[in-house]
């Protein structure tokens, strides 16, 4: 049930059509957040991340064109950074925990309304979150991430890029084999 309200929230979100101030519910990210990583910042104390996503971990390294390694966290916090620049993304609480909040949020391109974290997924700069199960969060980001991955989109296109969700699902597989 929740995962549906969850999708349908995001769906209405998409579909808002925004004035210049951050609607009711929503805030302003301004260009001065503290970012924690291509899906998290701090804002007045208060910690968020975009749901349905998750970022290039930092300290884990690709290989560019040029031949140099390079930290695959820190390119996806670049982006993220960009689009907060350029975007001026207005945020929505999903979930709030004790030490994060859960957001949606969207930004204009050209006039048009866009969800952020379709965006970074489909600039192959973040990637779709997946529950325990190794399902997605959100149904539609894995379809968009396959069109990066088709299109070889930001870091699609280099073939070393690690994957956060293979390092996790690992991470999580050994932790659970060490409390067996």
């Given at each position: 049930m929740?995962?549906?309200?969850?999708?349908?929230?995001?769906?209405?979100?998409?579909?808002?059509?925004?004035?210049?101030?951050?609607?009711?519910?929503?805030?302003?990210?301004?260009?001065?957040?503290?970012?924690?990583?291509?899906?998290?910042?701090?804002?007045?104390?208060?910690?968020?991340?975009?749901?349905?996503?998750?970022?290039?971990?930092?300290?884990?390294?690709?290989?560019?064109?040029?031949?140099?390694?390079?930290?695959?966290?820190?390119a996806?916090?670049?982006?993220?950074a960009?689009?907060?620049?350029?975007?001026?993304?207005?945020?929505?609480?999903?979930?709030k925990?004790?030490?994060?909040?859960?957001?949606?949020?969207?930004?204009r391109?050209?006039?048009?309304?866009l969800?952020?974290?379709?965006?970074?997924?489909?600039s192959?700069?973040?990637?779709?979150?997946?529950n325990?199960e190794?399902?997605?969060?959100?149904?539609?980001?894995?379809?968009?991430?396959?069109?990066?991955?088709?299109?070889?989109?930001?870091?699609?296109?280099?073939?070393?890029?690690?994957?956060?969700?293979?390092?996790?699902?690992?991470?999580?597989?050994?932790?659970?084999?060490?409390?067996?």
């Open positions: 929740i995962k549906r309200a969850l999708t349908v929230a995001i769906g209405i979100f998409t579909a808002a059509h925004a004035a210049n101030a951050a609607q009711a519910g929503y805030f302003d990210v301004p260009p001065t957040v503290t970012l924690e990583s291509g899906d998290t910042w701090r804002l007045d104390g208060q910690r968020y991340r975009i749901y349905g996503i998750q970022s290039c971990l930092r300290g884990t390294a690709y290989t560019d064109k040029a031949g140099h390694k390079q930290d695959c966290g820190n996806s916090l670049a982006m993220l960009a689009y907060i620049a350029d975007g001026h993304p207005q945020c929505a609480p999903l979930i925990e004790e030490k994060i909040t859960y957001v949606v949020c969207y930004i391109v050209a006039n048009e309304i969800d952020l974290a379709n965006v970074m997924i489909t192959g700069f973040a990637f779709t979150a997946l325990i190794g399902l997605p969060y959100v149904p539609t980001y894995a379809v968009a991430e396959q069109t990066a991955r088709q299109k070889k989109s930001g870091l699609w296109q280099f073939p070393d890029f690690p994957h956060p969700s293979v390092i996790l699902s690992k991470l999580a597989f050994q932790a659970e084999r060490v409390k067996k």
